[in-house]
């Protein structure tokens, strides 16, 4: 045992030596082999670092023999068997196989040779042109970084828009200025966890933006379990997080791209769905068609066999790939049905955020991952790999020579990368980084603006070299499959637009060309330009290989470009280049056209963008309509406005978001347009009084008797009401405690309230800047007492016994302030993220500030309940009409919240805003039970720490049912929330 210890830990020795486990993860595996080997072995071991004796040679299945290699080590050497033996693990597989009832005869040793050989030759290596003329192979496991993932909890997933919600730092990409995403305990309410550790899920679903690494985690998986089985590396597989407790015997992994089940359900005429259903049988024939275009020679039963067993990991690549919504659903649920029928199996499904939504989710017990973006410190290490690699391939050098180049060339990448700001944002996409990292060593300079990084992009991979000016670089770059067809950059780069807008105009169905349409595509480009297009157009896309990374023959005989954002990119400067502007928007409506007009603006001169969305903000009919245009335009200004100049359209673009969000009568404007209206005005600016400004509009009440809360009949009602929608959703243990939570409304007693005055809209994350930027968090200051002072000192993270929620991570701002969705970014919506204590400050420096006479505090329960109901007690702000998308924003309709006052048929009749959804509110009341005395202590401030205290009125993610206005919620007052906010009182 104490050999087979010191093999164990050469083995993690070498891994943890070539970067490929951290020194996080290399302590984590030593902890596993001291529980299974003791402390004091591995210890003493570790200690002496004794070298292992080598394994002796063991004889398999007939075969010759091989000893241990050291795991995954590909560095100069992408051989995955070293000569014709098959150790233990290739061993059991074939056993498996032999035991098969009837099993056919065939070699399937040799046959899970070339399977794996296949994927090892295809997967373990990426090929980067644009950086030299000589043909360079980079080992993926040299510039590998561990991705981190986050693990949402069920509860974060629920409702419309959950999974939206959670995967807020991996929106679509490039739509304008990003801050990072602060790692708040409540962003998500999840730890990142790397790839290894997530693996411990049986069923994975892995969801992540465009380019953010998805599938690169598959193939690094597959090729790492294929050095495995042919390396019998019980290291690396524990490495992994795939070994198995029982018997330690590794997964084969079956790799398939989803669209391909989508496509092999289409072709083998599949649509009769009903009759057939999502047959678990479907993916195994597709997975035996897919590899037999390889000419890989598998035995009929190769991969249902493993299946069969529960002795695959099945590694479903890319369901946002599968075209339609409904192809997707029904993609699902043949993967829902494999998972069924086949339990003992593992299954890793990656899809983008939008592709996993509603019926395409798998659910079958698949646990949900996100993948976030790359952090600083995943950035550097990504870019010292790939400079090493880089260096190692091009030049030659090793040991010292190559650390020092390697690091020079880093340092100076990542010093580029900080003064660049919009290229910064890129760098979190490993996909953009790896281009950003190509442009920098052509060019040792980096553009900013993306429309003119993409250009630089598709340049590099259109030259295949580094640009040299010498003969062989220049005819590398002329030539386009025939000595008589020259084609330089630009006409090859023309003609790749044509092709792209023609992809794109065929919807996402064209994200695929077959060879023969491709051809035709390329053809009608050529047919002016050269004798013989058709011809000409076949040389051409013969000589694709050319143009890896940009477009490229995925399989055999079919292309696509490799990142959606250059096809988007290449028809937009197709348009641009053509003055084509009206066909493209008029498609402003649609999604699929967003990325294609906003790069178009960004292509185009200064002069032209402006009279570009100046036609642009001139559509629509609808109010709807004239929203997308103006969102679509206020984007557009953000991202090209710091590269163009200050441009005219501003003033037009506030004006027209202005008047629709005022208009009036409340009907007049869908809630949805004037949502997405103060959307724009948080770009533009938003000019309405008291929103970004100080003082605030006030609403005056006389006060008077009033009686809180609600009767025993509505408690009664309100909790069997809470009681259906939780069992609706199959959660009987909160339904039945659900139904008891209005009780603490009942009431009957009246309360009499001295005059108040209340303010018309939430406080808004511009308003609070101005907190902040006057000193706000000093603890120094007046407006803090000391409670507040007591909590800003207190280090949250060495506090024991505090939730998340009570747990921040710093106290100069408040939490997700920073978050793009929900902080300063958007500086008319509500403020969230903010403590009691917080809250009651900034009342406090309020007062001190406006100077106008009054005392501006957290209104108590009893007053916000007055003000939200008047004396006729109605159930809602507004009435007795339940919910609606018009009158409130909740159950996650806009994923997040909605600037202030974008619901004018949700307002009281004193005309205050926003009381019912959108953010909670904090009181000034501890929470006690009813009948309300506001002379019991309930609004004496002293001593909050060991309160807790109401919040008021729902929001943006909760169900109708929360909306009611005798609804009470509460806190103690350290917690936060991303929406939790506050609305302002003061004595009349």
Wanted: include cysteine; aromatic fraction near 10%.
């Amino acid at each position: 045992m104490n050999n087979e210890l010191a093999i164990r830990l050469e083995q993690l020795r070498s891994l943890h030596a070539a970067d490929l486990l951290d020194d996080d993860e290399y302590a984590q595996k030593l902890e596993r082999l001291r529980t299974t080997y003791g402390a004091a072995a591995v210890d003493a071991l570790l200690g002496s670092a004794v070298a292992p004796t080598p394994p002796p040679t063991q004889q398999v299945g007939g075969h010759a023999t091989v000893g241990a290699a050291v795991a995954g080590d590909v560095r100069g050497d992408m051989t995955l068997f070293t000569g014709e033996a098959r150790g233990n693990y290739i061993a059991e597989v074939i056993h498996l196989y032999q035991q098969a009832p009837a099993a056919p005869q065939a070699d399937y040793g040799a046959a899970l040779r070339r399977y794996l050989k296949h994927l090892y030759a295809t997967h373990a290596s990426l090929d980067l042109r644009g950086i030299d003329d000589r043909p360079m192979d980079m080992p993926l496991s040299e510039i590998y970084v561990s991705l981190s993932l986050h693990e949402p909890p069920p509860d974060a997933l629920m409702g419309r828009g959950g999974l939206r919600g959670f995967f807020e730092q991996v929106r679509k990409r490039f739509v304008g200025p990003r801050e990072p995403v602060e790692d708040e305990a409540g962003a998500g309410r999840s730890e990142a966890v790397d790839w290894t550790t997530a693996l411990r899920h049986a069923r994975l679903a892995v969801v992540g933006a465009p380019g953010s690494g998805k599938t690169t985690l598959l193939h690094y998986t597959a090729v790492r379990l294929a050095e495995v089985l042919a390396r019998d590396d019980a290291a690396l597989l524990t490495a992994l997080g795939l070994a198995d407790e029982h018997h330690g015997a590794p997964p084969v992994p079956l790799l398939l791209p989803l669209r391909e089940l989508g496509g092999f359900v289409s072709e083998h005429e599949c649509s009769g769905r009903e009759a057939m259903g999502a047959n678990s049988q479907l993916l195994l024939d597709c997975l035996a068609a897919y590899y037999r275009r390889f000419a890989l020679e598998l035995p009929a039963d190769f991969f249902s066999r493993l299946v069969e067993t529960g002795r695959a990991l099945l590694l479903l690549d890319g369901l946002d790939e599968v075209v339609s919504r409904e192809d997707r659903e029904f993609v699902s649920a043949v993967v829902r049905s494999v998972a069924t029928r086949y339990p003992h199996c593992r299954y890793v499904v990656t899809a983008r955020v939008a592709a996993y939504q509603g019926d395409a989710q798998i659910g079958a017990g698949f646990r949900i991952c996100t993948v976030a973006d790359l952090s600083t410190a995943q950035q550097q290490r990504f870019i010292a790999n790939w400079s090493r690699s880089l260096h190692r391939l091009l030049h030659g050098l090793r040991d010292d020579d190559l650390e020092r180049a390697a690091q020079c060339y880093a340092d100076d990448l990542w010093e580029a990368l900080k003064l660049n700001e919009r290229v910064r944002d890129l760098a979190t996409n490993p996909l953009l980084l790896t281009v950003v990292a190509v442009i920098f060593y052509n060019n040792y300079v980096l553009p900013e603006d993306r429309a003119a990084l993409y250009e630089e992009c598709i340049e590099v991979l259109l030259r295949g070299g580094r640009g040299k000016a010498d003969r062989a670089g220049q005819r590398r770059v002329n030539y386009s499959g025939r000595p008589e067809l020259k084609m330089g950059l630009d006409p090859k780069r023309e003609l790749l637009a044509a092709v792209a807008y023609a992809m794109h105009l065929r919807g996402e169905e064209g994200v695929f060309l077959s060879r023969n349409e491709l051809v035709r595509a390329a053809a009608a480009y050529l047919e002016r330009r050269v004798p013989d297009a058709e011809e000409a157009a076949r040389a051409f896309v013969a000589e694709l290989p050319v143009h890896i990374g940009l477009l490229d023959e995925r399989e055999p005989d079919r292309f696509r470009f490799s990142h959606l954002s250059f096809q988007e990119f290449l028809a937009a400067r197709f348009i641009a280049e053509s003055d084509r502007w009206a066909e493209l928007l008029d498609r402003y409506t649609e999604s699929w056209w967003r990325e294609v007009i906003l790069l178009c603006a960004g292509h185009l001169s200064q002069e032209r963008c402006w009279r570009f969305l100046g036609q642009l903000i001139e559509r629509g009919r609808t109010p709807n309509e004239r929203a997308n245009a103006l969102t679509l335009a206020a984007a557009a200004l953000t991202e090209l406005e710091k590269f163009k100049g200050q441009g005219p359209l501003t003033a037009r673009i506030q004006h027209e978001a202005l008047t629709m969000l005022e208009q009036q009568p409340a009907t007049a404007v869908p809630a949805a347009a004037r949502v997405q209206s103060g959307a724009v005005l948080a770009v533009v600016g938003d000019p309405r009084l008291g929103v970004c400004t100080l003082p605030p509009p006030m609403v005056e009440f006389a006060g008077g008797s009033f009686v809180l809360g609600s009767s025993a009949a509505e408690a009664t009602a309100a909790g069997k009401a809470y009681e259906a929608y939780f069992l609706k959703q199959g959660d009987k243990a909160t339904a039945k405690r659900a139904r008891d939570w209005p009780q603490d409304e009942v009431n009957d007693q009246p309360v009499l309230l001295r005059p108040f005055a209340l303010a018309r809209y939430p406080v808004t994350n511009a308003q609070y800047q101005l907190f902040i930027e006057a000193g706000g968090y000093d603890p120094t200051q007046p407006w803090w007492d000391a409670a507040g002072r007591a909590w800003l000192r207190r280090n949250d993270q060495a506090t024991d016994g505090l939730t998340d929620w009570q747990r921040r991570n710093q106290k100069q701002q408040p939490a997700w302030w920073t978050n793009p969705r929900f902080g300063k970014a958007r500086p008319n919506h509500p403020l969230v993220g903010i403590s009691w204590y917080e809250a009651s400050a900034f009342c406090a420096w309020l007062t001190q500030h406006l100077r106008d006479g009054y005392i501006y505090r957290l209104p108590s329960e009893a007053e916000w309940e007055y003000a939200a109901r008047g004396v006729l007690r109605r159930p809602y702000p507004w009435g007795e009409e339940t919910p609606d998308g018009e009158r409130a924003n909740f159950a996650g309709t806009h994923n997040g919240t909605s600037a202030v006052g974008c619901f004018p048929l949700g307002a009281t009749p004193e005309g205050i805003l926003d009381l019912a959804g959108n953010v909670w509110e904090w009181t000034r009341s501890e929470y006690r039970s009813y009948p309300y005395d506001p002379d019991d202590g309930r609004e004496d401030s002293r001593d909050p720490a060991e309160k807790r205290f109401t919040l008021r009125g729902g929001s943006w993610d909760d169900q109708s049912l929360s909306l009611r206005a005798a609804y009470r919620l509460h806190n103690p007052p350290d917690n936060f929330d991303r929406n939790v906010g506050l609305r302002f009182a003061r004595q009349c």
